[in-house]
């Protein structure tokens, strides 16, 4: 129904720049929230930022003054522009969807297969 796919992920040195991109595809009805999350090894899942309806937008405090957090109500897609990574950044990061299938449908987390970030020091 909802398919979720993130890019973006890479290698980077520390103190560089990537951006993550996370489409949203299928049947659907509207998207609540869309967000991000990560995951490094040997720790919990996090989230790194989410922007609801409205682009109301709010951030781990890790990543506040470095991350920034978009959404494309056209394409269905969010994005998450990382500057001055450091390698604490590393990890695994995931892309979740809330949306609902129908106007009355119940809303639904679906999660991307994730894109792994790397960076270097």
């Known amino acids: 129904q909802v398919q979720v796919v993130e890019s973006g992920g890479g290698l980077v040195q520390a103190g560089g720049s990537r951006r993550l991109s996370c489409a949203a595809s299928?049947?659907?009805?509207?998207?609540?929230?869309m967000g991000w999350y990560r995951q490094a090894p040997g720790k919990e899942r996090e989230l790194v930022a989410g922007?609801?309806?409205?682009?109301?937008?709010n951030y781990a405090d890790s990543v506040k003054d470095r991350f920034s957090i978009s959404r494309d109500y056209t394409k269905n897609t969010v994005y998450l522009q990382m500057n001055n990574l450091r390698p604490q950044d590393a990890a695994v990061y995931y892309c979740?969807?809330?949306?609902?299938?129908?106007?009355?449908?119940?809303?639904?987390?679906?999660w991307g297969q994730g894109t792994q970030v790397t960076v270097s020091s």
């Open positions: 979740n969807v809330n949306a609902r299938r129908w106007w009355n449908d119940n809303y639904n987390d679906y």
């Open positions: 299928g049947r659907f009805f509207s998207i609540n929230a």
């Open positions: 922007i609801t309806t409205g682009s109301r937008a």
